[in-house]
């Protein structure tokens, strides 16, 4: 029985691979080049894209149980729907969906709205799934540490409602359990959906005095621009993804990403450990 994992090498897949790996789990990745791909040994690659629908057919067969991930992009929707209605044909029952918190609050935000979309697909077509809703992810922050240590601002316009930024190595792991804890039930599991945070909501200010505090010397909140947040972020991506990113960054400042009662807890028993902390995060690159 193999589990394929679909954004193998980014950010939140390659985790999903080493904790599978580490289980014992006989694990199948989908990547474009095999040659750049840098997996660990013993995992099973399988070449092709989410529309290349005969490579996606060749990397489903023998397939029991699959991780979908969707990368931002301005066709994410239908290579959602063409890789789950794929998986239907080749009869895979047992899934995981990396999808997002609040996509029923952002309903303007393009890679938002698009998830909220699958999710009404798998749920009215009886698929037996596992949705995972992640917030923020705290790791997205390595890209901004040079501004950080270089010019003493945390430039992200995250507002002042909070944020509860999660890990990728913890998203990672829950993905992991919840995969094998499909394919290892003897039937199909219900539809299940977990909400993924961190164990701190934290608004602008707060993220800033962490830095402040694990460099030693004051970092200043860069405040709530998301017009020049989109500016800056059209440096090094296209304009239809600044423009995303805007519309997310203003969400942020008008609804948070607030955890419900109980969501830290459930997400504590299920790994067996407190969830790796912002602070945490920011003394290892601070290192």
Known sequence: MTILVTGATGRIGRHVIDQLIARGADV??????????NLPTGVGIAQGDLFDIDSLRGAFSGVSTLFLL???AADEFTQALVALNVAREAGIERIVYLSVIHSDLYVNVPHFAVKF???RMIEQMGMSATILRPTYFINNDVSIKEVVTGHGVYPMPIGSKGLAMIDARDIGEIAAIELLRREQSSTPLPLDHITLVGPDTLTGADVAGIWSEVLGRPIAYGGDDT???ERNFRQFSPNWMAFDMRLMAERFQSEGMIPAAGDVERLTALLGRPLRSYRDFATEIAA
């Open 117 to 119: 979309a699958v999710e």
């Open 70 to 72: 969707n990368a931002v």
């Open 227 to 229: 017009a020049g947040f």
């Open 28 to 37: 199948r990745a989908l990547v474009r080049d095999p040659a750049t791909a």
